[in-house]
């Protein structure tokens, strides 16, 4: 049944196609009898022949322009039902930062850099599957760290596992809270502020522990030192949650802790709640008993614990997805610097090769006022695959426009005859002026090309805007930049290797050979004859 309805299909198409082509045809051939009564026999196929010409320019010269924007508008439309739907939570917006992570991935080129990325996403998809809050206790050696751990531990309530795992010096404790979904890992970590080369790397280790922290408690034993205020305002910065926490209050007495508390909440106003600033004594002084042990009191670590409990149960949802959010554009940004890097050094390469092909054109043709602006540092090609390095689709009408607008900003700062003048003077010490006019030309011609080329790099780097100070401070800052003696001096040794030697080989071949002996005489001289 199928079958025959296709054929039946098939059939009409078929009929219609051949009336059509029938129509055509009778058209044709009445216009060829009505333009034989018109004009002479041999005119009637030329006006034919013009008359279907001027049909099709009229129809491609409407239909094409249509046609253009037709597929232009399907394939926006097109993007836009494939473009992903913003996310609905910030779990979801997480996981589309790692989906284009993955797709940043494929595009960088150095191994060693992709790899070190590539586990650095993994580590922060493990974190969204496992999905623990973290709690990172963060200060000096000195500030009772490791004793605040100790007393949380033995007063938390719920469930304690053992470490599991540490790297340089810091130790992670699985918990479970009663009341809490998630798990909760409290992690200690090295003192800052210590001497030394190691000391130092225990500092780096921490800090970056306390970057990936859900809540971060700071402990200090007295004011703010200026590391740990750094700290403190750097991650509140950021958006990180943090307790500042006062530890060794049994060593004071009541005025001084209530003194110190008020100075730290006033510090901290802006960045932490009064609440968040929480007095503690992690290890108490025992206190002698005559003719008994003495006496140790126990930690005073319970304000503490509610604080922290207050704030997990009310925002640890919001506090995990923040972070792991963050931690997802901090890898976003490392990875976009890797590829603009990459981006920036492919596009360098593309500047070089045409700076030492627009110097080759013009010292092989050199002219009196030759046009430098105009053959060298104004090149449609040049900006083209820059652009297609950048990822942006340029036309040649565009990217002639940019050039064309660089090359006119060059000319109008005095960096063409200003670039002609430097190189002129710099050449002149080491050549004979027979080679001295063509190696100006063409050595001016790649330095002006390598000035445009690196105002376009800072254009597309700046996803195609020129900035506040338009093109003219773009050009001005990369000429100020290659004209410095230590950029000049690389870029004019290169070019001796470039530009300067071939001519001088060029030259050598094309000298008039040296006049050889006479006959009748040998290189003794024009006198010696043979006896």
Excluded at 36 to 64: D, H
Excluded at 81 to 87: L, R
Excluded at 360 to 384: C, E, H, K, S, Y
Excluded at 490 to 503: C, N
């Amino acid at each position: 049944m199928k079958g025959s309805n296709r054929l039946m299909l098939l059939a009409a198409a078929g009929l219609i196609v051949l009336l059509v082509l029938g129509l055509v045809l009778q058209a044709i051939r009445n216009l060829l009898w009505d333009l034989s009564y018109i004009l002479p026999p041999w005119l009637v196929g030329p006006v034919l022949l013009i008359g279907t010409l001027l049909v099709l320019a009229f129809v491609i010269q409407i239909g094409w322009p249509w046609w253009k924007g037709w597929k232009s508008r399907r394939g926006a439309n097109n993007a836009s039902s494939t473009a992903p739907s913003p996310p609905g939570s910030r779990r979801q917006a997480a996981e589309q930062s790692l989906e284009s992570i993955d797709r940043l991935l494929e595009r960088l080129q150095d191994d060693v850099a992709r790899q070190a990325l590539h586990l650095e996403r993994e580590r922060v998809a493990r974190e969204l599957a496992r999905g623990d809050l973290v709690v990172v206790v963060f200060g000096t050696g000195s500030s009772g760290k490791t004793s605040l751990i100790r007393a949380l531990l033995q007063d938390i309530v719920g469930r304690v596992g053992a470490a599991m795992g540490s790297t340089t010096g810091s130790q992670t404790y699985r918990l479970r809270l009663n009341k809490l979904e998630r798990g909760l890992q409290l992690v200690d970590t090295p003192g800052i502020l210590e001497s030394g080369l190691d000391g130092r790397d225990r500092e780096q280790e921490a800090r970056e522990r306390a970057s990936r922290a859900d809540l971060m408690l700071v402990v200090v034993d007295g004011d703010l030192r200026s590391a740990e205020w750094d700290v403190v305002r750097s991650l509140a910065g950021l958006g990180k949650r943090l307790m500042l926490v006062l530890n060794k209050c049994d060593l004071r007495g009541e005025e001084e802790e209530k003194r110190l508390l008020a100075l730290l909440r006033g510090r901290c106003k802006g960045l932490l709640a009064a609440e968040d600033v929480i007095p503690t004594s992690a290890a108490p002084q025992s206190l002698p008993r005559p003719g008994q042990k003495p006496w140790q009191p126990p930690a005073e670590v319970a304000v503490l614990l509610q604080r922290m409990a207050v704030v997990l149960h009310a925002d640890g949802e919001e506090l995990i997805a923040d972070n792991i959010l963050l931690q997802c554009r901090t890898l976003g940004d490392k990875g976009r610097s890797l590829l603009n890097r990459q981006r920036q050094t492919e596009a360098r390469r593309i500047v070089d090769r045409y700076s030492w092909i627009s110097a080759g054109v013009v010292a092989a043709t050199p002219l009196p006022g030759i046009d430098l602006l105009g053959t060298a540092a104004v090149n449609a090609q040049m900006v083209m695959e820059v652009a297609k390095v950048y990822n942006v689709q340029l036309t040649r009408d565009k990217a002639q426009e940019l050039a064309v607008s660089v090359g006119r900003t060059l000319a109008g700062l005095g960096v063409v005859k200003g670039g002609v003048a430097l190189i002129g003077t710099a050449l002149s010490l080491n050549l004979p002026t027979l080679l001295l006019g063509k190696a100006v030309q063409g050595v001016a011609a790649a330095w002006l090309t390598r000035i445009a080329g690196a105002s376009f790099i800072t254009y597309f780097q700046q996803d195609q805007d020129w900035g506040d100070g338009g093109v003219q401070d773009v050009v001005q800052r990369h000429y100020e930049l290659n004209r410095r003696d230590s950029a000049l001096k690389r870029f004019l040794d290169t070019a001796l290797r470039q530009v300067v030697e071939p001519l001088r080989q060029t030259a050598k071949k094309r000298l008039p050979p040296q006049p050889g002996p006479r006959a009748g005489e040998d290189a003794s001289g024009p006198g010696h004859r043979e006896p």
